[in-house]
Nanobody, 116 residues
Framework: QVQLVESGGGLVQAGGSLRLSCAAS????????MGWYRQAPGKQREFVAT???????NYADSVKGRFTISRANVLNTVYLQMNSLKPEDTAVYYC??????????WGQGTQVTVSS
């Protein structure tokens, strides 16, 4: 019902930057939350950042001051600007889209690898 297409992942050296993007399509509800989660091998998926349709943001402590989440509501697109990347940021990053209580969607994931 909701499809999420991600892009922008890749390989970067420590201290470098990447920008991820995710475009949502399908049965879009205007009041929603979009965000980013990440999952490293052998670890559980963890919260990175979210942004509401009104622009309210929330960040994990581990990325505060380094990552910035933003969105373009007309385009149903969310972005994640990642600066000062660290090796521990290496993970598959997943775009999320949610509304209400039970409606939750995930993108296919994009790999981010930070070399030391």
């Amino acid at each position: 019902q909701v499809q999420l297409v991600e892009s922008g992942g890749g390989l970067v050296q420590a201290g470098g930057s990447l920008r991820l993007s995710c475009a949502a399509s399908g049965s879009i509800v205007s009041t929603n939350i979009m965000g980013w989660y990440r999952q490293a091998p052998g670890k559980q998926r963890e919260f990175v950042a979210t942004i509401t349709s009104r622009g309210n943001t929330n960040y994990a402590d581990s990325v505060k001051g380094r990552f910035t989440i933003s969105r373009a509501n007309v385009l149903n697109t969310v972005y994640l600007q990642m600066n000062s990347l660290k090796p521990e940021d290496t993970a598959v990053y997943y775009c999320s889209f949610s509304f209400g209580v039970v409606n939750y969607y995930w993108g296919q994931g994009t790999q981010v690898t930070v070399s030391s």
